[in-house]
């Protein structure tokens, strides 16, 4: 028997936050709207694992060759660093690898253009430093940060630890007497102006912030990701695209303190496809239109998903004063399980401590 769906078209204005078009086809089976503890994806999380044996060979970098103890004790940002340098000049297609154990690295920066295709395999356990006080004079943006590299491959099965309990204790959500904290919003995984990435099998866990970010990407493919951080983190966002183009999810787990994934800024062609999400906020579209700024969203599909003890489902933010739109939104086969707010449309979105004046379209 066919689900029956819900088909609303929206179109607003007046005093709205954004002038917004959206066209929602929605197919949804809400068994509860009462949040309770605990969530059981029915998604297996990826499993790590381990290269057997070591190939000699100008095309598979280890990255113990360039220094690396592996301990997570001793500091291994300028192995990696070394590393991606031999890899980024290499015309060979190289692969670097990170075998079994666990590699200390602080804020980094591994950018191109660079002469081959790379594939950057995982297999142990990237881990940042605890202490804030590590990114002192650096930018408090970034942990992980891929820049301007074309056809990275990201695999392996392995974990991204962003070691995220300190700056969760100093956010100003949790810290409210903590100003300098509510100005960084730290992303432990950044890709940035990447085109044809694609990273598959891997977990992100206990992000410092934003846990997986792309940003002015085009042709991303993300598949068996988990995404894992407890529902009181702040701003932990999984997953975060943002004037993107052409960005595939598909076979993902994520729990984190926020949405599970954000779309903002001027992003397109976003396909979503069976996902499980909780806890966390839900899927978000924006905020979009902050300080009567222009954003759009256009061409989101979300085809299978499964949010369960999430704050929010489904949701489109905007703030007032803005302008741009957020259409062609498909969210279809989603079911939900104690979540708080199933739908949400809000063009009076205000994260602020002072409250936001209404303001004319």
């Not at 078009?21 to 059981?40: D, N, Q, R």
């Not at 592996?70 to 290499?90: F, H, I, M, P, R």
């Not at 993107?244 to 999810?249: C, L, P």
Request: hydrophobic share 35%.
């Amino acid at each position: 028997m066919k689900s029956p769906e819900l088909r609303c078209c929206c179109s607003f204005a007046g005093s709205c936050a954004v002038s917004v078009v959206v066209a929602l086809s929605i197919v949804l089976v809400i068994t509860s709207t009462h949040c309770v503890e605990g969530f059981e994806s029915g998604l297996q999380l990826p499993r790590s694992g381990f290269l057997n044996g070591r190939v000699k060979s100008n095309r598979v970098l280890f990255i113990h060759d360039f220094g690396a103890a592996g301990d997570g004790v001793g500091n291994d940002t300028q192995a990696l660093k070394d590393c991606w340098e031999v890899a980024c000049s290499s015309p060979k297609r190289p692969r670097i690898v990170v075998p079994a154990g666990t590699y200390l690295v602080h804020p980094i920066v591994l950018s191109g253009p660079c002469k081959s295709k790379i594939t950057f395999s995982i297999y142990g356990t990237i881990v940042a430093p605890q202490d804030p006080d590590a990114w002192r004079g650096l930018n408090r943006r970034r942990w992980l940060y891929f820049s301007k590299i074309n056809h990275l491959s990201v695999d392996g099965g392995g974990t991204i630890n962003g070691m995220g309990e300190q700056w969760w204790a100093n956010s100003c959500k949790t810290n409210k007497t903590n100003l300098r904290g509510s100005k960084t919003m730290l992303q432990a995984l950044t890709f940035h102006r990447c085109k044809d990435l694609k990273v598959t099998d891997l977990r992100v866990v206990d992000g410092q912030q934003m846990h997986m970010t792309m940003t002015n990407c085009v042709r991303v493919s993300l598949s068996q990701i988990a995404v894992m951080a407890p529902a009181s983190s702040p701003n932990t966002d999984g997953i975060h695209i943002s004037s993107s183009r052409g960005i595939n999810v598909m076979n993902t787990t994520i729990g984190t303190g926020d949405d599970c994934i954000s779309i903002v800024g001027h992003s397109s062609r976003i396909n979503i496809k069976d996902i499980a999400c909780g806890p966390g906020h839900g899927i978000s579209i924006g905020s979009l239109g902050k300080s009567n700024s222009t954003a759009s969203v256009k061409s989101v599909s979300v085809d299978g998903a499964f949010l369960s003890n999430t704050q929010n489902g489904l949701r489109i933010k905007t703030w007032q004063g803005g302008s741009g739109e957020a259409s062609d939104i498909n969210f279809q086969n989603v079911l939900m399980e104690n979540v708080s707010n199933p739908i949400i449309i809000n063009q009076f979105y205000c994260d602020s401590k002072i409250p936001c004046a209404n303001q004319l379209w």
